[in-house]
């Protein structure tokens, strides 16, 4: 992810800060992940990850996701949908997406992603495609 905004009520945010860091995988047995975080995200002080103070676990939570589940495609292989199976906000589990709140598109080798979320609130990311390694 190299980018990401959220706008509400007129404002425009950066959820996942300045510098967000995640990804986006599509496996071919149409399941996916996705992982979105602000790199600028500090440390915990403690260094454990169930021992974070108030601040550090409001921080943390609030400033990434991380979800999975299953998505399909239609016959020409745009994407129709997904449904989340799992997240770190547990609300989402169970979620069904459909294009009217969540499309993407590819343009070269970058994706974007356009989610509506159930408050209203538009958020708007923009991924590029990670090269296959060399073997």
Do not use: C
Request: glycine residues 12%; proline residues 4%.
């Amino acid at each position: 992810m190299v980018s990401a905004t959220l706008e509400e009520n007129g404002e425009v945010r950066h959820p996942y800060g300045l510098r967000p860091a995640g990804m986006l995988v599509f496996t071919t047995d149409m399941h996916f992940v996705e992982v979105l975080t602000d790199a600028d995200t500090p440390r915990f002080t403690s260094d454990r990850r169930g021992e974070g103070t108030d601040a550090e676990n409001r921080r943390a939570m609030g400033s990434s996701i991380g979800f999975f589940g299953t998505y399909t495609v239609d016959q020409s292989g745009r994407f129709t949908g997904n449904r989340v199976e799992g997240a770190t906000f547990p609300n989402w589990i169970g979620s069904v997406r459909g294009t009217r709140e969540l499309s993407l598109s590819v343009r070269g080798d970058r994706m974007f992603e356009n989610f509506t979320r159930p408050d209203g609130g538009s958020v708007k990311a923009e991924f590029v495609r990670v090269s296959s390694p060399v073997r």
